[in-house]
């Protein structure tokens, strides 16, 4: 798969962290990231990719539909310093 290929050159990057969860996300794409985010030592975060209300839009899910947990934004406020 060629996106998978970009990917892996991509994240070969420098920078800090990756988008994991998102809302067209497969549970076996998201659990992905989230494994290349630990494994590399990335920050990672969720996201519904939120416009508006309308229907059109929600395709990209709407606010809460995608989120991380306690643990998870416990992990994230220490490891970038905002807590």
């Keep these: ?27 076996e794409d998201t659990q992905y990231f989230i494994d290349v985010a630990k494994r590399k030592g990335l920050v990672y975060t969720a996201g519904s990719d939120f416009h508006r209300y309308l229907e059109y839009y929600r395709i990209h899910g709407i606010i809460g539909d995608v989120y991380l947990n306690e643990e998870e934004i416990s992990d994230f406020l220490t490891r970038t310093k905002l807590i």
């Design 1 to 27: 798969m060629e996106s998978k290929k970009d990917f892996n050159d991509i994240i070969n990057m420098n920078f800090d962290g990756i988008e994991a969860k998102y809302f067209q996300n497969t549970e």
